[in-house]
Nanobody, 125 residues
Framework: QVQLVESGGGSVQAGGSLRLSCAAS????????MGWFRQAPGKEREGVAA???????SYADSVKGRFTISKDNAKNTLYLQMNSLKPEDTAMYYC???????????????????WGQGTQVTVSS
């Protein structure tokens, strides 16, 4: 059974940093693509950053240069380092995973089968 558990969310002031973690279990980690998505109240879920099983990564334009996705295969953990946070980054952040490289749909929520419960990130101005 695939399980994804996020942690690391919290409240920060604009310009601050947070690092989100997603602990994965129940599958062969290296064969899966994983991503971070976020959803603000009243808005659709959007892809933030993702890394394919082939190692390729992709970022939303709004976070390029500020966020970095990485994974530790030995710990089965996905990370999202978020720097220079802005109030518009406020949202619930979700970790997602699916088998395969996903290629051009890395940032599409419909491409992922497995989801965590989310961790809240709040950025105040």
């Amino acid at each position: 059974q695939v399980q994804l558990v996020e942690s690391g969310g919290g409240s920060v002031q604009a310009g601050g940093s947070l690092r989100l973690s997603c602990a994965a279990s129940g599958y062969t980690y290296s064969g899966y693509s994983m991503g971070w998505f976020r959803q603000a109240p009243g808005k659709e879920r959007e892809g933030v950053a993702a890394i394919g099983s082939d190692g390729n990564s992709s970022y939303a334009d709004s976070v390029k240069g500020r966020f970095t996705i990485s994974k530790d295969n030995a710990k089965n953990t996905l990370y999202l380092q978020m720097n220079s946070l802005k109030p518009e980054d406020t949202a619930m952040y979700y970790c997602a995973a699916n088998r395969g490289t996903l290629r051009t749909v890395l940032l599409r929520s419909y491409a992922y089968m497995y989801w965590g419960q989310g961790t809240q990130v709040t950025v105040s101005s």
